[in-house]
């Protein structure tokens, strides 16, 4: 038992501290047995599990900046996916029971109150969704567990080679032409590239913008991708040809003129209104008789 | 037609013994008062005291001898224009709008003279043109009768009706709250898109004015479109409307404000005015289309469109009208904001001039069916149906952690300061233009020129602002739809077009839950005066405008630029800009409208945390407290500004010594209880009062006859339409009975005299008006006071209270006319506004 929440501790300090240095963990992880999911042992299971979050964070953390999560931590997630599910869903026959006889979900999952197994998963499941990786991939995952990297859906496949080339643009140009030209070599030589790929940029997340602006983001490998280019371009090579264009200018001159010409020519053509004052009928003038009831004449007389 | 019977009587003028006698103060202070009375109504009140003199003193009644007339000087008599033919209506000199001349008046004994340098505006008058409502119940015959046969289940059943017509309010405002919020969301999408479009791709390709022409096309045809509808479809739906319902629920007959037309226009208009790019939003519209829905829900009838359901025909009075309307204004506010609260105390604090408990309880139904229906259609809209508790349809957004200190408490009280004053500021900027707009801007063409004007210049400004302000942030940082680059370096966006590319709403919206760091202090600044302006300019040109929104996005702007300049002093301290923008926006609007309670929890409801209620509340009292050293909230201006005569909540100060007599309208129009239907006819057609009293006896010197009871033109009409003549015979009403019900049938728009259709022989018989007149209405002694006459009226909704005297003898009428010409001044003395025809 003592073990166990030794586990629990580093891998809690693992996930805080976001570093993968912890040699216990590691060597926890090498004796854990690597037996078939099929009736494994409850604490074998632990330390499955333990170590597939371990490498999960590992990876997040390695791919934080350049920001490559998605595609790199695609299968260390998978694998930490299907473990935990397997928990998630124990009825007894996959895993056996605990050493004090309760099922296993029960025992790792609702014994404390500070759950951390489920914090665990609540966590790296919120790096996951944040970082949009869902739409990096198509439906199928692209690949299978023998490649090294999953393969992007395609469209962002073609994406992510076009970037690739202007890197290259920009490595090859910057490389060979000297201090003070150079700028200008890279943003003539690369500007057609990098306009392909802005504008196939702006396509791809506008398909996904119109699916649904609420669940669906372009997938954050490419956001930061594009805008690491984007930074290259206009910070690191200067390129960003954006000069203020006085254009507009006699037009919002024009805008305003009109507007004070408006109520100049408005108090201008104004006119004298005279207005008509109704008076109140008060005692002190009984001058008209129309109000009065109509009565005898000599009672009109009385009040006239 | 006009309530009172006005007359050509001047008002006393007295010179020698005038006031002392009618309000038993004493004589050596009449002099006092006297200019009390007469001083601030300008040169107007002077220069109608000259034309009064030849007719008081050709005719001076013995009764008031007393009276002295003033002796004007030649220049005033001379441009005298007297019409003869109009009884008791006279006409003041020619009194000119912008005329600087001086005015000279001197009294008798030459003590006392009066001068100005300006003439009186439309401003400083009272129009004549609008009527009251009729709150208080005819007590007659016929009432008597049908109150008697109504069994518990009659009664039961106009209870459920109640209830029900206060669902189907709630209901059909929530619709329209939808309706108003997916047309703005879905048009305001293809503006921007295109908008967008057009500036990135002009930004390349130097073609900037074609994308700032195109900004102006789309502000200019929405606009357009806006501002006809309200200029030649209803001109009464432009503005907000809150002003209007207000006076309405006062007792105030706004012509045409609660018509089928007026909320079309209104939905209508509000609805192209947001996405026209103008600073308004859709709330204080969404009040009057709830209060339009109210009036006519419970009619069961359109009658623009002869459509009659006849149903619910109960309701077909002022009295019960006047409570769906309420009911229809919190729903309103509710649908607006998503605040079912906050509607039920917009209606207590803003609206409604009359309350009780049931009403309260009826009220609150309407707002939470309201604010429910919108809620329901909106999950469905987002595709999140049934989900009722969703964050997404909190108004303003939710705020996950809003932490306070009294620290921040002091703080925020200074913001309140602040927000008063630029709340006043703003208030007095729009009340000089709307001074300007009701003297040069009259034309149907100058108003829809204005309009138009405003959207291009909004669209001009905007668009300056987004040239000229440079505050990039990396892109994704923001939830956004349409970012826009202009000058910022490639991948990133230009927070202000952000703030600018959005509808007003959802600019707030951004202010309040940006992330930090999305705006810089000088951006904000930037954004904020030019938007002040505009929102000044844009509040009251003739399109349907809400204030709310507007006035928090002001405020939301400097309230985070206060927030991000504290953290810039210290750092590690007030890390959030998000609470403070909504302070400061809670600052402003307070600063503007003057509200309290009702915008507290209209706050808290539409941020959805009740934690944050105090520094709110203390915001908004503090910022109460400032603006009113300096005026009126907006709404209350435009009521002034447009003349109504509004009765305020309190008698005006010093009115104690004033007597009914000095109030009171005199000579009244009187009726027979057994009257010839020619003379019925004769008087309908020469007065355009609304109540007559029924009298019986002589006159005696100054006095009427002996008071009997009270009947009121619509009666009378009505009378006359259905020809109830009995010529004297006790068996007529059994052979034509007549109900309250044939009364109803016509209610609101009775036939004016002229369209009835009567022989020569009809006008020969007599009518019985003892069964119809109101035998017991509200009456007053001649010796009783201005303060105590303005509560019975206030407080009982009253439009007519008989003047008698101690033998029972009617001597005058008081009318709202006669009551809401007292105002007190800014010193606390007593004035007395003109009446304009």
Request: net charge neutral.
């Amino acid at each position: 038992m003592n073990y166990c929440l030794l586990i629990l501790e580093m891998l809690l300090s693992l996930l805080i501290v976001g570093r993968s240095d912890s040699t216990g963990l590691q060597m926890v992880a090498v004796s854990a047995p690597t037996m078939s999911p099929a009736a494994m042992n409850c604490t074998a299971f632990q330390y499955a599990l333990s170590r597939a979050s371990a490498e999960l964070t590992d990876c997040m953390c390695r791919a934080a900046r350049p920001f490559t999560l998605c595609a790199h931590c695609y299968h260390s997630r998978a694998k930490y996916a299907d473990l935990h599910q397997l928990l998630v869903k124990d009825d007894g026959k996959d895993l056996s029971a605990a050493p004090d006889g309760t099922s296993c979900r029960k025992y790792l999952m609702q014994l404390d109150s500070v759950q951390v197994l489920s914090r665990t998963r609540d966590f790296v499941e919120s790096v996951w969704r944040s970082s949009n990786c869902n739409n990096c991939f198509s439906s199928n995952g692209g690949s299978s567990q023998n490649d090294s990297l999953p393969r992007y859906r395609s469209d962002l496949d073609q994406f992510f080679n076009d970037t690739t080339q202007l890197r290259e643009c920009f490595a090859n140009y910057s490389s060979a032409s000297s201090n003070q030209s150079g700028p200008s070599i890279v943003c003539d030589k690369c500007s057609s590239l990098y306009s392909a790929l802005t504008i196939r940029f702006d396509t791809l997340s506008n398909a996904e913008h119109t699916r649904d602006r609420n669940t669906h983001s372009l997938c954050m490998d490419a956001v930061d991708a594009m805008n690491a280019t984007h930074r290259l371009w206009s910070e690191a090579y200067q390129c960003d040809s954006r000069v203020r264009s006085l254009q507009p200018l006699p037009l919002i001159i024009a805008g305003y003129l009109t507007a004070v010409l408006f109520y100049i020519g408005a108090r201008g053509r104004g006119q004298f209104k005279q207005r008509k004052l109704l008076r109140q009928k008060r005692l002190g003038c009984f001058a008209s008789s129309s109000g009065a009831v109509s009565g005898s004449a000599s009672d009109v007389g009385l009040l006239n | 037609m006009s309530d009172e019977n006005l007359g050509s009587v001047q008002y006393g003028r007295p010179s020698q013994v005038p006031f002392g006698s009618l309000t038993g103060g004493a004589p050596q202070q009449h002099q006092v008062r006297h200019r009390q009375l007469n001083n601030p109504a300008g040169t107007a009140a002077s220069a109608a005291a000259a034309a009064g003199v030849p007719a008081a003193s050709s005719s001076r009644p013995r009764a008031t001898s007393d009276y002295g007339s003033i002796r004007a000087s030649a220049l005033h008599q001379a441009r005298l224009r007297i019409e003869s033919d109009v009884d008791c209506v006279s006409y003041a000199p020619d009194v000119t709008v912008e005329g600087t001349e001086r005015q000279r008046l001197v009294d008798n004994s030459g003590e006392w003279y009066f001068e100005s340098q300006h003439a009186v505006s439309g401003e400083e008058l009272l129009s004549a043109k609008f009527e009251s409502l009729d709150y208080d119940t005819c007590e007659n015959s016929l009432w008597a009768a049908e109150d008697q046969s109504r069994t518990v289940w009659d009664l039961r059943r106009i209870e459920l009706c109640r209830w029900l017509v206060h669902l189907l309010i709630g209901v059909v405002t929530g619709a329209i709250a939808f309706f108003i919020d997916v047309c703005i969301e879905q048009l305001a999408k293809v503006k921007y898109r295109y908008m967008k479009s057009m500036l990135d791709r002009c930004i390349f390709h130097d073609c900037l004015i074609y994308a700032l022409l195109l900004w102006i096309a789309f502000n200019f045809i929405f606009v357009l479109i806006a501002s006809c509808l309200t200029v030649f479809g209803e001109p009464v739906a432009a503005g907000s409307g809150i002003p209007q319902i207000k006076c309405f629920l006062n007792g105030i007959q706004v012509p045409r404000v609660v018509r089928l037309r007026t909320l079309v226009c209104k939905v209508l208009g509000v609805l192209f005015s947001v996405v026209g790019g103008l600073a308004v939003g859709k709330e204080g519209p969404m009040i009057h289309s709830g209060s339009v829905v109210g009036a006519g829900l419970s009619q069961g009838r359109a009658a623009s469109f002869k459509f009659d359901l006849g149903i619910f025909e109960y309701f077909r009075t002022d009295a019960e009208k006047r409570d769906f309307v309420s009911g229809g204004a919190a729903a309103g506010v509710a649908a607006a904001f998503g605040a079912p609260v906050g509607g039920v105390l917009f209606a207590l604090e803003e609206g409604a001039s009359f309350w009780n408990q049931g009403l309260t309880w009826r009220i609150f139904f309407s707002s939470m069916t309201s604010s429910f229906t919108l809620a329901f259609l909106l999950g469905f809209y987002r595709g999140i149906p049934n989900d009722l508790s969703n964050p997404g349809l909190i108004s303003f957004g939710k705020f996950d952690k809003l932490d306070y200190d009294l620290l921040h408490l002091a703080i925020f009280a200074c913001m309140g300061v602040v927000g008063g004053l630029s709340g006043a500021l703003f208030n007095t900027l729009n009340e000089h233009l709307t001074k300007f707009r009701h003297r040069y801007v009259t034309s149907k063409l100058g108003q829809l020129t204005e309009a138009v004007l405003v959207a291009s210049i909004t669209a001009v400004t905007s668009f300056v602002l987004i040239y000229t302000v440079r505050s990039c942030q990396p892109l994704g940082s923001d939830q956004m739809e349409y970012p826009v680059q202009m000058y910022c370096p490639d991948g990133k966006f230009s927070s202000m077009a952000a703030l600018l590319f959005q509808t007003p709403e959802a600019a707030v919206r951004s202010l309040l839950h940006d992330p930090v760091g999305t705006y810089s202090v000088t951006g904000l600044i930037a954004f904020c005066l030019p938007y002040l302006l505009i929102a000044t300019w844009t509040y009251g040109v003739m399109v349907p405008s809400g204030l709310f929104i507007p006035s928090l996005l002001i405020g939301a702007a400097w309230g985070r630029g206060v927030g991000i300049g504290l953290n810039l002093l210290f750092p590690t301290h007030f890390t959030d800009p998000g609470k403070f923008a909504l302070i400061g926006a809670a600052a402003q609007l307070g600063g503007i409208v003057r509200m309290t309670i009702s915008l507290s929890v209209i706050l808290i409801e539409a941020t959805g945390n009740v934690l944050f209620g105090l520094p709110i509340m203390v915001v908004l009292m503090v910022a109460k407290w400032v603006g009113d050293y300096f005026g009126t909230g907006i709404y209350d201006m435009h009521i002034e500004l447009a003349s109504v005569p509004l009765l305020p909540w309190e008698p005006p100060s010093r009115s104690a010594a004033v007597s009914a007599q000095a109030v009171m309208s005199s000579p009244v129009t009187c009726l027979y209880r057994q009257e010839r239907v020619s003379r019925i006819v004769e008087i309908l057609r020469a007065e355009p009062h609304n109540g007559f009293p029924v009298v019986s006896g002589d006159l005696g010197p100054g006095t009427f006859g002996t008071f009997e009871g009270l009947v009121t033109r619509n009666q009378l009409i009505c009378l006359l339409d259905m020809r109830l003549f009995d010529d004297g015979d006790p068996n007529f009403h059994l052979a034509n009975p007549v109900s309250l019900s044939d009364f109803r049938r016509v209610y609101p728009r009775f036939p004016s005299v002229r369209q009835l259709q009567l022989s020569e022989a009809d006008l020969m018989k007599s009518v019985d008006l003892g069964r119809y007149m109101n035998p017991a209405p509200y009456m007053v002694l001649h010796t009783c006071s201005l303060a105590r006459i303005f509560r019975l009226f206030r407080g009982l909704g009253l439009r007519h209270l008989v003047v008698i005297d101690h033998r029972n003898q009617v001597v005058g009428l008081v009318t709202r006319k006669d009551l809401a010409r007292f105002r007190a001044t800014h010193t606390g003395d007593l004035k007395e506004l003109q009446f304009t025809g």
